[in-house]
Each structure stands twice: as structure tokens, then as C-alpha cells.
């Protein structure tokens, strides 16, 4: 059993900042991609970023400049920080964990995070 756990969402106003946070817990050997989606009312759901057990990080454009993720294996979390947030940010925000377990690789999801953009 693996459990996925964010937390850190919540209301900012347009240019703050918000960290989330992504946990992992249970049986696994390791986490190869640790990842950030999002999905606001009406759309489909979008990478936000991703971060490989290598290092090799990938962003969607709109969160180059902007977000950054980050990974600790030891203490199976990832990390997004967001800055210059802008009410076009507000969306449930979802952890995707690619784990390693039982020779195989699976796909976890978290239940999603609320990040509210707004004055």
C-alpha cells in the first residue's frame, strides 16, 4: 500500500506565494518521477512540473519562470514552490508519484490541493 498526502494549498492574493508540499508513505523502493498537475473548472487536468530521480526537472511554460519543484528522497516528498501567483493559478493542484514497488513501476495521485488566486 503506498498512501499520497498533499498539503500547503489555500487563498493568496494575486503575487504571493504558496508551497506545497507532496508525502509518500508505505512500501516502495524508490520514486522515479515526482510531478505537479492542476485542473481548474472547465479544463483538462495539466503538468505543471516534474523532477526525475536524476534531476532532470521539466515545467510547463506558464510555471518556468515562476514555480519551482524540488525532491527528497530520503524523505519521499516533493515540493512546489509558486511565486507571482495569478488568479489564472487557481486550481485543485494534484502530486502524481511514479514508485517503483514489486518489479513494477505505478502511477499514485494524491487527492488534490486547492490553490485559490484572489483578492
Known amino acids: 500500500q503506498v498512501q499520497v498526502v498533499e498539503s500547503g494549498g489555500g487563498l493568496v492574493q494575486p503575487g504571493g506565494s504558496l508551497r506545497l508540499s507532496c508525502a509518500a508513505s508505505?512500501?516502495?523502493?524508490?520514486?522515479?518521477?515526482m510531478a505537479w498537475y492542476r485542473q481548474s473548472p472547465g479544463n483538462q487536468r495539466e503538468l505543471v512540473a516534474a523532477?526525475?530521480?536524476?534531476?532532470?526537472?521539466n515545467y510547463a511554460d506558464f510555471a518556468k519562470s515562476r514555480f519551482a519543484i524540488s525532491r527528497d528522497d530520503a524523505n519521499a516528498t516533493v515540493w512546489l514552490q509558486m511565486n507571482s501567483l495569478k488568479p489564472d493559478d487557481t486550481a485543485v493542484y494534484y502530486c502524481n508519484l511514479h514508485i517503483s514497488r514489486l518489479g513494477a513501476t505505478f502511477s499514485y495521485w494524491g487527492q488534490g490541493i486547492q490553490v485559490t488566486v484572489s483578492s
Open positions: 508505505g512500501s516502495f523502493s524508490s520514486i522515479r518521477v
Open positions: 523532477l526525475t530521480v536524476g534531476g532532470i526537472a
